[in-house]
């Protein structure tokens, strides 16, 4: 599956419906960055999922890896010696600090708030429309 069939992009696409102007996916930030690293002593820019700028407006899809231990995904250790699953909770702290304290609003839209079937959200674009929406009410 591609990413653009994922659940994230989804999601994304109904905020663009909602919000009646397509989001930048993926969007990166100077201010928002990593751990430093030796080969990038400034830290990765961090992608944030979706980015509205003329509504100075941010999206996170976090799916089930942001709440709960995840075998797969945190196996591994990062640069700065701390597992995955650590730094994904570091970074999504970072997110929720910093970007409200660039003047941009915070939207955190969990995967769980979505009826799923075999791990996907069981797409009823009605029922999903009104899920997203109060997000930004």
């Known amino acids: 599956m591609s990413r653009s069939h994922s659940d994230e992009h989804y999601v994304l696409d109904l905020c663009d419906e ?24 400034r830290g990765t820019a961090l992608p944030v999922d979706g980015h509205w700028p003329d509504l100075r407006l941010v999206v996170e899809f976090q799916e089930e890896q942001h709440t709960q231990p995840s075998p797969f995904f945190d196996r591994r250790h990062t640069v700065s ?15 929720r600090t910093l970007i409200p ?37």
């Open 18 to 41: 909602i919000l009646g102007v397509v989001g930048r996916r993926q969007a990166r930030f100077d201010w928002l960055r990593g751990d430093p690293s030796p080969t990038r002593p």
């Open 81 to 95: 010696g701390m597992g995955r699953g650590e730094q994904r909770r570091r970074y999504d702290q970072r997110k």
């Open 101 to 137: 304290q660039h003047g941009l609003r915070l939207a955190v839209i969990e995967k769980s708030e979505f009826v799923s079937r075999s791990r996907k959200i069981d797409r009823d674009r009605a029922r999903d429309l009104e899920t997203v929406r109060r997000h930004f009410a």
